[in-house]
């Protein structure tokens, strides 16, 4: 019982600490690539495919119809809201390193 809890949990924190960790290392390999060079390029790779996790792992919790699965906590809200704005924040900051 124990180890069932602790793999469903584990898959649950891993789930939600991977992209954040994901939008890490995309912005400091961007700060290291500094321009148009390839740890630019991968920053932005990364960082990218850190945002779609955010949004699938968030999307694990509605229906197709944003109907809610599952009735989150308030602080889970509060980090829901906080890792999509964080997302958005890469995709600005992807943007900006783009076209400067």
């Given at each position: 019982m124990a180890v069932e809890a602790w793999r469903w949990t584990g898959r649950r924190i891993w789930g939600a600490v991977l992209p954040f960790?994901?939008?890490?290392?995309?912005?400091?390999?961007?700060?290291?690539?500094?321009?148009?060079?390839?740890?630019?390029?991968?920053?932005m790779v990364v960082?990218?495919?850190?945002?779609?996790v955010v949004?699938?792992?968030?999307?694990?919790?509605?229906?197709?119809?944003?109907?809610?699965?599952?009735?989150?906590?308030?602080?889970a809200w509060v980090v829901r809201i906080v890792s999509y704005l964080i997302s958005l924040g890469f995709a600005f900051t992807a943007v900006v390193f783009l076209f400067t």
């Open positions: 960790v994901m939008l890490v290392a995309g912005f400091l390999l961007m700060r290291l690539g500094g321009g148009n060079g390839p740890l630019t390029w991968g920053g960082g990218a495919v850190g945002a779609v949004m699938g792992f968030w999307s694990d919790f509605a229906n197709s119809d944003g109907a809610a699965k599952v009735r989150l906590s308030p602080f």
